[in-house]
C-alpha cells in the first residue's frame, strides 16, 4: 500500500536533487529514503529511477509518480489545513496506544497535535491491543494505534507504519549461524501472548509454521519480556531496530532463524461510523512521523 511517507520520500528527492538532502530535509537516514522508494517501486512493480545514472534522475513512470506525489501531497496538506482550525477545535482525543508505540514515537506525536491543534487535549491510553480493541469498541476511545491483528467489520483501519522483529536471546544461548525455526522451537520460548497484537500474529505464523507455542512462557508486557530476555530465560521475538542498543552492548544477541519473522504492520482503528475530520487528520500525523526505529525518542524542537 502506497504511503505519504514513500510519496514525501519521492517529492524531496527530486525537489532537492538527491537522496542525502531528501533525507535532511525528512529528519531521517539516506537509508530510509532508499527504503521507502524502493517500497514504493514494489507497490507498482516499477522503477521510479534511473539507476544507470549518477544523479537522482526519473524514469518516464517516475515522472509521472512524482506528479502524482505533488498532487497528493498538496491535498493532503490543504485537508490539514482546512480542518485544523486552532481557534475553533477545543476538545479531548483519547488514543490507545501499544507499549511499544510509547516507547518510542509517541512523544513526536503529542508535539504535533499539540503544533496543530492547540486546543485539543489528549489522552493517551497505553495497553494491549486487545484491552484497547475493547475500549474502542465501548466508546471509550476515539483511535487507537496497534498492531493489524483484529478482523472486525465494525472497525476501519489506516497503515500508518510497520515493525521489524527478530528472535533474540541472551548471547550464548542459541549457537551462532542460521538456526531453523524447529530448531529454535528447542529453546524455551518467550511470547506476547492473546492480549498483545503482536503476539496473536506471530502466534499464528508460528502455527502455519507447524510450531506451536503451547509450552512457551507468555509475557505481555514487552518491558518485561525483555527483561526475561536479557536474563537468559529463553529466545524471543523483540522489535529489531529498538532493541539495536543493546545488541551493540553484547547484552542481546539476534538469532539468525530460517524461516524470518514477517513485518507487523501497524493501523489506526476506529469505529466506522464516528470517525471525524481531526480523527481522520490524526492519522495523518501519524503516519508522517510513525517510527519504531528508536526507543525514547523526544519531541522535536
Not at 43 to 67: C, N, W, Y
Not at 128 to 133: F, T
Not at 253 to 273: F, H, Q, R
Amino acid at each position: 500500500m502506497m504511503t505519504f511517507k514513500q510519496l514525501e520520500a519521492l517529492y524531496w528527492i527530486v525537489q532537492l536533487g538527491g537522496f542525502a538532502p531528501a533525507a535532511q530535509k525528512l529528519h531521517t537516514s539516506q537509508s530510509a529514503v532508499s527504503k521507502r522508494v524502493h517500497e514504493l517501486e514494489q507497490v507498482f512493480d516499477t522503477p521510479l529511477f534511473d539507476r544507470s545514472q549518477r544523479t537522482a534522475r526519473l524514469t518516464e513512470k517516475g515522472e509521472e509518480m512524482f506528479l502524482l506525489a505533488r498532487k497528493l501531497l498538496r491535498e493532503r496538506d490543504l485537508a490539514v489545513e482546512q480542518f485544523a482550525k486552532p481557534e475553533v477545535i477545543e476538545r479531548r482525543l483519547r488514543i490507545g496506544v501499544t507499549e511499544l508505540t510509547a516507547m518510542t514515537w509517541l512523544p513526536r506525536l503529542v508535539a504535533l497535535v499539540q503544533e496543530h491543534y492547540p486546543k485539543v487535549k489528549l489522552e493517551p491510553d497505553v495497553d494491549g491491543s486487545l484491552p484497547l480493541r475493547d475500549k474502542l469498541l465501548a466508546d471509550e476511545l476515539d483511535l487507537i494505534l496497534v498492531p493489524d491483528a483484529f478482523a472486525d467489520t465494525r472497525l476501519r483501519s489506516k497503515v500508518v507504519g510497520q515493525v521489524d522483529s527478530a528472535w533474540m536471546a541472551k548471547p550464548g544461548l542459541v549457537p551462532a549461524g542460521t538456526t531453523r525455526l524447529h530448531e529454535l522451537a528447542r529453546v524455551p520460548l518467550l511470547v506476547q501472548g492473546d492480549s498483545s497484537g503482536t503476539g496473536r500474529l506471530y502466534d499464528a505464523w508460528l502455527r502455519e509454521q507447524g510450531i506451536e507455542t503451547t509450552d512457551a512462557i507468555v509475557v505481555s508486557n514487552l518491558i518485561a519480556l525483555t527483561s526475561l530476555t536479557l536474563s537468559g530465560f529463553g529466545a524471543s521475538y523483540l522489535p529489531r531496530q529498538c532493541m539495536a542498543p543493546l545488541v551493540s552492548l553484547g547484552m542481546l544477541a539476534v538469532i539468525d532463524v530460517e524461516p524470518a519473522l514477517p513485518p507487523v504492520p501497524y493501523v489506526a482503528l476506529y469505529k466506522g461510523e464516528v470517525r471525524s475530520t481531526l480523527t481522520s487528520a490524526l492519522i495523518m500525523l501519524a503516519q508522517s512521523c510513525c517510527d519504531f526505529s528508536r526507543a525514547f525518542q523526544t519531541a522535536p524542537a
